[in-house]
T-cell receptor, first 111, second 114 residues
Framework: DAMVIQNPRYQVTQFGKPVTLSCSQT?????MYWYQQKSSQAPKLLFH???????NEADTPDNFQSRRPNTSFCFLDIRSPGLGDAAMYLC??????????FGEGSRLTVL | DQQVKQNSPSLSVQEGRISILNCDYT??????FLWYKKYPAEGPTFLISISSIKDKNEDGRFTVFLNKSAKHLSLHIVPSQPGDSAVYFCAASLLTGANSKLTFGKGITLSVRP
C-alpha cells in the first residue's frame, strides 16, 4: 500500500494559472519535504516541515508556497506558474534512520 | 555548487555482471549517505544507506562502499539483473538534527542488457 500519496499525478496548467499539488502520508512522520526535479537534474529541495515548523530554502522562489494543515497532509501552491516551473514535484517524509520515503510525484506541465 | 556529484550520466552492463555506480561529495561534514532507485514515472525509492562510521554496508545484491578520505562512495550491484535498469541517485546528509536535509546528485541511468 502506498505510504506517501501525491495528487494529481499529472497536472497541466496555463502560464500564470495557480496550481495546488497535494501530498498525504500514512506513516505519521513528523518531517515532510517538497522537492522539484527537472529532467536530468538532481532533486532540488524547495522547503520542508518539522511538524508545523516551516523551513524554506533560501533560493526557493516566492512563487512557491506550502501549507501543512495536519501531520498527514501537505500542499504545494504555485501561485503563478511559469514555463520554467514545469517539472516533477516530489513529496517525501523522513524515516527513523534518515531515509526519505517518496511519493510517486506530480508532473507539472505549463502551457 | 554541487555538493554531491555523479559524474557519469549513464552506465550499461551485461546481465549477470557487476554494476558499479560512483558518487563523489565535497562537504566533509556529511555523515550519512543513501542510494535511491527511480523508475520512470515513479518517485525515488530508498535502496541502501551507510553511516560515515562504516566503510561498507551490504544488503543482498547491493553493497555500498564509503571512502571518507577520498570523499567517494560507490554502489555495487552483483549480479546485475534487467530489472535493475533505472536511474540511481546518490544522496548525502548530516544525520544529526531534526532539520537535516538530503542533498542529491543528478543521478546515473543504469541499463542492464539481457
Amino acid at each position: 500500500d502506498a505510504m506517501v500519496i501525491q495528487n494529481p499525478r499529472y497536472q497541466v496548467t496555463q502560464f500564470g494559472k495557480p496550481v495546488t499539488l497535494s501530498c498525504s502520508q500514512t506513516l505519521n512522520h513528523n518531517v515532510m519535504y517538497w522537492y522539484q526535479q527537472k529532467s536530468s537534474q538532481a532533486p532540488k529541495l524547495l522547503f520542508h516541515y518539522y511538524d508545523k515548523d516551516f523551513n524554506n530554502e533560501a533560493d526557493t522562489p516566492d512563487n512557491f508556497q506550502s501549507r501543512r494543515p495536519n501531520t498527514s497532509f501537505c500542499f504545494l501552491d504555485i501561485r503563478s506558474p511559469g514555463l520554467g516551473d514545469a517539472a516533477m514535484y516530489l513529496c517525501a517524509t523522513k524515516g527513523w534512520i534518515g531515509e526519505l520515503f517518496f511519493g510517486e510525484g506530480s508532473r507539472l506541465t505549463v502551457l | 555548487d554541487q555538493q554531491v556529484k555523479q559524474n557519469s550520466p549513464s552506465l550499461s552492463v551485461q546481465e549477470g555482471r557487476i554494476s558499479i555506480l560512483n558518487c563523489d561529495y565535497t562537504n566533509s561534514m556529511f555523515d550519512y549517505f543513501l542510494w535511491y532507485k527511480k523508475y520512470p514515472a515513479e518517485g525515488p525509492t530508498f535502496l541502501i544507506s551507510i553511516s560515515s562510521i562504516k566503510d561498507k554496508n551490504e544488503d543482498g545484491r547491493f553493497t555500498v562502499f564509503l571512502n571518507k578520505s577520498a570523499k567517494h562512495l560507490s554502489l555495487h550491484i552483483v549480479p546485475s539483473q534487467p530489472g535493475d535498469s533505472a536511474v540511481y541517485f546518490c544522496a548525502a546528509s548530516l544525520l544529526t538534527g531534526a532539520n537535516s536535509k538530503l542533498t542529491f546528485g543528478k543521478g546515473i541511468t543504469l541499463s542492464v542488457r539481457p
